[in-house]
């Protein structure tokens, strides 16, 4: 048999090294390599290889094409960056895994390669991510005067003037389409609004550090508003560090792994000087690189203790009031009217597969009395939004996004919810493009519009 | 590289995107489930019905180009390997379910439709199609086909052979075969049905299949024992079987996966324990309760140290929950994991576990054993590192030692994964010289050029055989 297993492929070495090459044998966690055992289990998992039925396209496609890569079977040409840029990051395949490979972390190891010797984004991806990635998402002021712009953008006119004198046409279809959807923007944030700290009602169960999100605290200032409020009513104590800044999680699965540390270091350093006994999200894009900061940080020494310390606390707030908190009473709203409310849910992946919290959403969204909740299926799956995949890769995201509203459809529901600012956006695109009436809605505002509060 | 005359012949068959040759590709068809095995394929094509997959052989039949077809790739014996390059042929595009007859239970697919996919499709319409390997999310009917797969279910229900009636097929040649129909008795000359089943794709390449489906069982009851002597529990194997019970399911955990299990699952297993047997039963209700308690009555009488019998769906999931986690804890462990299929007896179940348990220690490699206790179909997994060439080496040599004291307890190389390139070697030992020579008779029949999975089932030459030696 000895013979037999060793038989390796026979063609196709390469003797000398690209630069890409060289950095990906650098940077690709070879242990991680070898643990795949390509039983394929993951292949049904994946949006990519089921949209497209291409082994390339699966997990375990990809992971063979880094190690014989890594292995020097072949070298990356532009096809190879082209399939890890293909990839969603939904990172569904690593609950799938049976050897427990780290699969996130190698794709964010391969494009973190990639993007240090890359020539081939277009000219709007390269200019869009200097500009956010570097200038703008780091700096959550710069994210508020973009706020302010874009909230006098669409309320001065100019965005009617934009839409009527055909502007929108210059910009790539699906990033115009985009712009129809976006929600009205802010220029203040949930701090300005209410202050960054309050009081438990009735009884203190812990205090909790609300990571409020750059975007999310921009485009979706009121669900933080409301996160803060179903947090008190739960029982807890709110607090809003200032200092925080946005999670590094676009920049980390970006292949820009070292601000994405930056910006770890600096909310560390926010929530611990806040004390806090949890750390909770309402944007499951957020909370999976929150609770993997302690990886992120795992070769920095001095910080190691530190992400550990804030990884283990972070949680979704619906985690956050099943588990520890008092349920609030949540009833149908007078607003509802007579007409039967039935929600569905779409999972964020990050949630689902990273934050792995797929019970706690359905749990609140059982306990709405007089309002039917009816499960989406495949939920789990990926809805093409995946971070800023539906910018960059707009007809792979637009063919999952059709099958996600043809399930959608299935389902008769009223509202569709999610839990995450990207995913909602992306429902919003899809309930557009289909022409439904169905409001898109995050899970925390349906159920604030929803809460019974205390006196 | 295929020759251009090839190629412009291949794209002309199967269009541009039927066909890829890219370096990316190749190198996602390099490999299957098997650990440490990998060639390139010279290209790749997915054909979308059989008259593509016709002409297809007839083009490589002309040039004498290999052949590999396949579905998902998840087989363990590497039997989809591309060892001598050639055109490796993707089942994924000829998946649909092409009718279900209601009047005579079958359903005829075609062979790239997804195992899990169908079953879910045939229980949707108040029908069942027992083979359930592992695999059954991501393997295809035509891959469970060409392997014979088997699975939790095979005791009872028997494996992928004895639901397939009828196959249409392409050979070597590029002619189309039909064999069999939704015929339940057919002795029409020698059955072809049968032979194609696990031929592991070396005599045709399989197009359509047509499967038997029979009624689902009405209701299904889970039980554990646990036992601190091996022999207690391969008795009670034995009792069962002698008290005419066939439970759907017997399966079985030997100590060291009990131990690994736990520390993976944290299951608060007992460790002391020397095997686990997982039972569960379906039938008609009254059945089904009555066979449960006389099977905790056969285990208490042969001493089991604790039984318990799940009173709710949930009480035996979590039963379930030590033998599904077998594989994922194996898994975890080491980063390669090889899982072989070593069968016996269904008798011979504690000579076997103690004879993997001696050839382990005598080599010093880390294998645990769980499988089928019910069929005699043990799964000995190797927990082991690719990098380590010694050490794989002593793997090699304990697997080969299994296999030859397998074959002296009455028993096979293979029960349910197949022989392809990795147990080819071994062949000879369970079916012997005049055996081999028989099969290579119809392999020339079927196969002239040998252009069909070449370097599978017949290896250059066998292994010497092992001595066992007790020392």
Known sequence: ?455 | MLKAEVRDALIAVLGTNGYKDDSQTLVTHSYDGTPMLQALPDAVVYPADTAQVAAVMKVLHEHRIPLVSRGSGTNLCGGTVPVQGGVVMVMHRMNRILEVDLENLTATVQPGLITKQFITHVESLGLFYPPDPSSMAISTIGGNIAECSGGLRGLKYGTTKDYVIGLEAVLASGEIIRTGGKLMKDVAGYDLTKLLVGSEGTLAVITEATLKLIPPPKAKKTMLAMYSDLYDAARTVSKIIENRIIPATLEFLDNPTIRVVDEFAGLGLPLDMAAILLIEQDGEPELVERDIALMASICRNEHADRVTVAEDAAEALKLLTARRSAFTALARLRPTTILEDATVPRSKIADMVLEINRIAAKYEVNICTFGHAGDGNLHPTATTDARNPEEIHRVEEAFAEIFEAAIALGGTITGEHGVGLVKAPYLEWKVGVEGMALMQGIKNTFDPHHLLNPGKLFAKSARRRVVIDRG
């Open chain 1, 1 to 455: 048999m000895a013979e037999n297993r060793q038989q390796s492929a026979g063609t196709g070495t390469i003797t000398k090294l690209n630069p890409l090459a060289e950095k990906l044998q650098l940077r690709l966690d070879e242990d991680q390599l070898t643990n795949c055992m390509r039983c394929g289990f993951c292949l049904p998992a994946c949006p990519t290889f089921r949209e497209t039925g291409i082994e390339a396209e699966s997990p375990r496609g990809r992971i063979a094409l880094m190690k014989a890569v890594a292995d020097g079977l072949m070298d990356p040409d532009a096809a190879f960056e082209e399939q890890m840029n293909h990839c969603l990051g939904c990172r569904a395949c690593e609950p799938a895994c049976p050897a427990d490979v780290k699969y996130g972390q190698l794709i964010e190891q391969a494009r973190d390669a990639i993007e240090d010797h890359t020539t081939s984004h277009r000219w709007w991806v390269k200019g869009l991510r200097k500009t956010m990635f570097r200038g703008v998402f780091p700096k959550q002021e710069r994210m508020q005067l973009l706020g302010r712009a874009m909230s006098l953008y669409q309320r001065s006119g100019l965005q009617r003037l934009a839409r009527g004198s055909g502007l929108m046409k210059l910009l790539p279809s699906h990033l115009a389409e985009m712009e129809a959807i976006l929600p009205p923007a802010s220029g203040q944030g949930v701090i300005e609004r209410i202050g960054d700290r309050h009081r438990a009602k009735g009884e203190r169960i812990g205090t909790v550090g609300l990571f409020r999100g750059c975007i999310m605290d921009v485009m979706f200032t009121d669900t933080n508003v409301k996160t803060v409020e179903l947090l008190t009513e739960a029982g807890f104590d709110v607090v809003i560090p200032k200092a925080q800044q946005c999670c590094g999680a676009l920049h980390a699965h970006s292949g820009e792994p070292e601000e994405a540390r930056s910006l770890a270091r600096g909310n560390i350093e926010a929530f611990k000087q806040a004390g806090v006994d949890y750390i909770a999200t309402n944007a499951g894009g957020c909370g999976a690189i929150l609770v993997e900061y302690d990886h992120l940080l795992h070769e920095d020494y001095k910080w190691e203790a530190d992400a550990k310390w804030f990884a283990s606390r972070v949680m979704d707030i619906s985690d956050l009031l099943v588990r520890y908190g008092r349920i609030p009473r949540f009833l149908e709203s007078a607003a509802d009217g007579d007409k039967q409310v039935r929600i569905t849910y779409q999972d964020s992946c990050h949630l689902r597969n990273v934050m792995r919290s797929a019970d706690a959403p359905r749990t609140l969204m059982r306990q709405i009395e007089g309002v039917a909740y009816v499960e989406l299926p495949e939920a789990d799956r990926c809805c093409g939004s995946a971070g800023i995949y539906n910018i960059t890769q707009p007809e792979m995201a637009a063919s999952l996004l059709e099958g996600k509203m043809a399930q959608v459809e299935t389902t008769g529901a009223t509202h569709v919810l999610t839990s995450n600012p990207g995913c909602l956006l992306q429902m919003k695109l899809g309930e557009h493009r289909c022409g439904g009436s169905r409001q898109v809605e995050h899970l925390v505002d349906f159920l604030h519009e929803r809460l019974v509060k205390q006196l």
